[in-house]
């Protein structure tokens, strides 16, 4: 999969590079201070969509920015 610009969130006092959905993925099964917001589980749906190619990887990406930026993490 095409990577795209890398982002950094802080997640349990440390920082994550996310620059690939997998890596989306792999940042969304890491605790984060809200684990239910709807947010963070429309990212979680909407990266699964992505690796199944039932979505873009833009509209991935910006779920996961929103749930990201929802809890302070970016």
Same mark, same amino acid.
């Given at each position: 999969?095409?990577?795209?610009?890398?982002?950094?969130?802080?997640?349990?006092?440390?920082?994550?590079?996310?620059?690939?959905?997998p890596d &989306?993925?792999?940042?969304? /099964? *890491?605790?984060?201070?809200?684990?239910? @917001?709807?947010?963070?589980? #429309?990212?979680?749906?909407?990266?699964?969509?992505c690796l &199944?190619?039932?979505?873009? /990887? *833009?509209?991935?990406?910006?779920?996961? @920015?929103?749930?990201?930026? #929802?809890?302070?993490?970016?």
């Amino acid at each position: 999969m095409p990577a795209f610009i890398p982002i950094t969130i802080y997640l349990n006092d440390r920082s994550m590079l996310v620059a690939s959905i997998p890596d &989306a993925a792999k940042a969304l /099964q *890491q605790p984060w201070p809200f684990m239910d @917001k709807p947010s963070r589980l #429309e990212a979680i749906r909407m990266i699964e969509e992505c690796l &199944a190619g039932h979505c873009t /990887q *833009q509209a991935a990406l910006d779920a996961f @920015k929103a749930a990201a930026s #929802e809890q302070g993490l970016l």
